[in-house]
């Protein structure tokens, strides 16, 4: 039997949003169509003829040159051949729709965090572009947490109930301390789990962790808040801030982003490796969770309305997350060109880590891991860091004597 053919593309999610933008962003050139006040004769003739004709798109004028390039990429991306046909890595461990998945490697653990919000295997993209694999390989046994799609039960779950349940109990299963790593909002969990478990822990990474929330664009964040407010009738129907609704919040961060790309696509040859790697990075972009209410709660109105991590007032079953009383090495990655995470959201949380080792790479957020950038910067500094873990403790230099002082060489007073 032949294998089931692979999904529909869907995206770029919300597709109406992103054409409604870009018909806004083209609306400067619209008087120079032909006929499009209502009220002019010409008009009034077009309509009647379209409304007589067996097509009546064909009367209507053609779409600017920069919309007919965003509508021919998206048919483009859509119609693409290329799909991942990566093996998924075996099941290690599993707490309800949470799993662990083991990709091998017989040295020390690794446990990679994701974000709440994507998917897992932005860190698995492709066979030469999985920083997965590649720890593997580099001879660590390297685990990744797949958050799984909200049910009935995780629909309720905050921030707190994620990494108080499925993390700590994931790095109880692994059955010795481990190095986290955390990507993206991924880093947030990490960091709390190595604070609230050092036990479990032997080191910090973080990859573009935000921490500063309204850096550097405050009135940015307030949107974000204020959208958490608007939204709460359908969180507290649903449950969960669905997929589409939090596509269209990233979107609204800088809304030419999504047209530009998919501008640039329509440019490319379909069978080079740019194309494939683009289908790839949006495939895997538009395959988001939906986030659980409470979760969407404390992100936009707690984290962007409040910054409550910068302030101190980001609690974990009531513990303050603090860096600074992290006692673990660190390891801190920061995009130059992040667009999601800025480097002035993620700066000040690697200033607070006593010690960390920091390393700004240059790329975005999502190159920073599966870039070539990335490749050539991060995975080899990321490996050496791990390194830095599992060397064996040095034993302390020997001690040496102290030469005695002049007085002390004087021979002691005779007693009378």
């Known amino acids: 039997m032949s294998p089931p053919p692979p999904p529909a593309r869907r995206g770029p999610r919300p597709l109406l949003l992103h054409l409604m933008l870009a018909r806004m962003r083209s609306s400067a050139s619209m008087p120079g169509w032909p006929a499009w006040n209502p009220a002019s004769p010409p008009w009034n003739a077009l309509f009647a003829q379209a409304a007589a004709a067996p097509d009546p798109t064909a009367f209507l004028p053609p779409p600017p040159e920069p919309e007919a390039r965003l509508l021919r990429g998206i048919v483009a991306y859509r119609a693409h051949p290329s799909h991942r046909d990566l093996p998924e890595a075996p099941v290690a461990w599993q707490d309800g729709n949470c799993r662990l998945l083991d990709y091998g490697g017989a040295g020390a653990p690794v446990l990679f965090v994701p974000s709440l919000i994507n998917r897992y295997y932005i860190l698995d993209l492709a066979q030469d572009r999985s920083l997965l694999r590649h720890v593997a390989a580099a001879g660590w046994r390297t685990l990744v947490l797949d958050w799984g799609w909200p049910d009935p039960i995780t629909r309720d779950f905050s921030l707190t109930d994620y990494v108080c349940g499925p993390l700590e109990r994931a ?51 307030d949107r974000l808040a204020a959208a958490g407010l608007m939204l709460e009738p359908i969180l507290a129907g649903s449950g969960t801030l669905p997929i589409d609704l939090l596509q269209a919040l990233f979107a609204l961060l800088d809304p030419d982003q999504v047209a530009a790309k998919y501008r640039r696509f329509a440019t490319l040859d379909p069978s080079s490796d740019a194309a494939a790697l683009f289908v790839a990075i ?15 709660r404390e992100c936009l ?19 303050p997350i603090l860096p600074e009383n992290l006692r673990v090495p660190s390891f801190v990655a920061l995009p130059g060109q992040d667009r999601i995470v800025p480097p002035e959201s993620a700066r000040p949380l690697a200033a607070r880590l006593p010690g960390a080792e920091v390393r700004e790479i240059a790329g975005g957020h999502v190159s920073l891991v599966i870039g070539k950038s990335g490749a050539a910067t991060l995975w080899p500094a990321l490996i050496a860091w791990l390194a830095t873990l599992t060397r064996p403790p040095q034993p302390p230099p020997p001690r040496r004597r102290a030469e005695a002082s002049p007085e002390s060489r004087q021979s002691p007073p005779k007693r009378r």
Not at 283 to 295: E, F, H, Q, S
């Open 171 to 221: 790095l109880i299963a692994i059955g010795q301390p481990v190095a986290l790593v955390g990507y993206c909002l991924g880093g947030l969990l990490a960091l709390a789990a190595a604070l609230r478990r050092p036990d479990l822990v032997r080191g910090l990474g973080l990859l573009a962790t935000p921490w500063q929330f309204r850096a550097p664009d405050p009135t940015q964040a």
């Open 282 to 296: 949006e495939d895997w972009a538009n395959d988001c969770v939906p986030l659980a209410a409470p979760v969407a």
């Open 301 to 319: 109105i707690d984290w962007y309305g409040r910054n409550t991590p910068d302030a101190g007032a980001w609690r974990i079953a009531g513990q």
